[in-house]
């Protein structure tokens, strides 16, 4: 079974770090592209982040840039998005995908993306 989980979510307060990763069972993250994208309440979902095939090219969002980045460990078939100075803004459902690739130089849309985790919830608060 084709699958992607999330792990790392949690309450962290402003300011604080979390690293969430993205685990693949079932095939090899090695030809996909990976795409954060998350979902806050009442909002629609936004890409994060995404890492390419070969870590090729690695995209940010405008709002998460300098504080997020993402990596790729083809041995342990997994990517990680480590998270530093989180503000309440970035409180959302994340999840991660995977596109078969490669995309060149911009993200999967996110209808491009093939498989999708569950998601992982992060929250920000004092």
């Known amino acids: 079974q084709l699958q992607l989980v999330e792990s790392g979510g949690g309450l962290v307060q402003p300011g604080g770090s979390l690293r969430l990763s993205c685990a693949a069972s079932?095939?090899?993250?090695?030809?996909?592209?990976i795409g954060w994208i998350r979902q806050a309440p009442g909002k629609e979902r936004e890409g994060v982040s995404c890492?390419?095939?070969?870590?090729?090219?690695?995209n940010y969002a405008d709002s998460v840039k300098g504080r997020f980045t993402i990596s790729r460990d083809n041995a342990k078939n997994t990517v990680t998005l480590q998270m530093n100075s989180l503000k309440p803004e970035d409180t959302a459902v994340y999840y991660c995908?995977?596109?078969?690739?490669?995309?060149?130089?911009?993200?999967?849309?996110?209808?491009?993306?093939?498989?999708w985790g569950q998601g992982t919830q992060v929250t920000i608060s004092s």
């Open positions: 995908a995977a596109a078969p690739g490669p995309w060149g130089t911009r993200c999967p849309r996110l209808y491009e993306y093939h498989y």
């Open positions: 079932g095939f090899s993250l090695d030809y996909y592209a």
């Open positions: 890492i390419d095939v070969s870590d090729r090219n690695i």
